[in-house]
Nanobody, 123 residues
Framework: QAHLVESGGGSVQAGDSLRLSCAAS????????MGWFRQVEEKEFEFVAA???????FYADSVKGRFTVSRDNAKKTVYLQMNNLKPEDTAVYYC?????????????????WGKGTLVTVSS
């Protein structure tokens, strides 16, 4: 059964960096767009970044210039490099698959979700 597993979360200080990974097991990974979202304390999911099947990327304004999303189709893995982390980046981070491959900022466009990894940034 296809699944997504996030890793790389942890507790860091403001200004530090983390790299999140999301390992997929589905056969069609290279045809999917992959998105990263975050959630703070049961609030709504917030879009962070996405990478389309062709490799183009787009970001939320709040992370633009600090975060970078990338993918390795051979490893069926998508990454989120997070630099200059801020306390407001504290959240559970989720990766998700968009089977249409187009990428979106909208939660409802994504078909399958991982279970998340916690990132805590202290000041």
């Amino acid at each position: 059964q296809a699944h997504l597993v996030e890793s790389g979360g942890g507790s860091v200080q403001a200004g530090d960096s983390l790299r999140l990974s999301c390992a997929a097991s589905g056969r069609s990974f290279s045809t999917y767009a992959m998105g990263w979202f975050r959630q703070v304390e049961e609030k709504e999911f917030e879009f962070v970044a996405a990478i389309r099947r062709g490799g183009s990327t787009f970001y939320a304004d709040s992370v633009k210039g600090r975060f970078t999303v990338s993918r390795d189709n051979a490893k069926k893995t998508v990454y989120l490099q997070m630099n200059n982390l801020k306390p407001e980046d504290t959240a559970v981070y989720y990766c998700a698959e968009d089977w249409a491959g187009l990428g979106s900022m909208r939660v409802e466009e994504y078909n399958y979700w991982g279970k998340g990894t916690l990132v805590t940034v202290s000041s």
